[in-house]
């Protein structure tokens, strides 16, 4: 079955960086786009990047460009979120998603504290 497993989260101050890691199994990674979505506490769930199957187009949210950047392995089946210039409203948990098979599969998720 489909698995996407996050990590990498954690505390960090203001300005400083973090690079998230998903690892993915159940599919055939290399033939789907992957997404990183995050979630604050009292927010809905929004979309913070995405990467197609080769890796050759991305897309980032408004508030993230210029700032993160997602990148996959497909060997490895994995895909990151390098974060840099974090905001302590980049404080979120942020979860690892893909839609497979008309169905949207989600990581656990993994929790970014950013503040002073």
């Known amino acids: 079955q489909v698995q996407l497993v996050e990590s990498g989260g954690g505390a960090v101050q203001p300005g400083g960086s973090l690079r998230l890691s998903c690892a993915a199994s159940?599919?055939?990674?290399?033939?789907?786009?992957m997404r990183w979505y995050r979630q604050a506490p009292g927010k809905e769930r929004e979309l913070v990047a995405a990467?197609?199957?080769?890796?050759?187009?991305?897309n980032y949210a408004d508030f993230v460009k210029d700032r993160f950047t997602i990148s996959r392995d497909n060997a490895k089946k994995m895909v990151y979120l390098q974060m840099n210039s974090l905001k302590p409203e980049d404080t979120a948990v942020y979860y690892c998603?893909?839609?497979?098979?008309?169905?949207?599969?989600w990581g656990k998720g993994t929790l970014v504290t950013v503040s002073s």
């Open positions: 159940g599919f055939t990674f290399s033939t789907y786009a």
């Open positions: 990467i197609s199957s080769a890796g050759l187009r991305t």
């Open positions: 998603n893909t839609f497979y098979y008309n169905m949207n599969y």
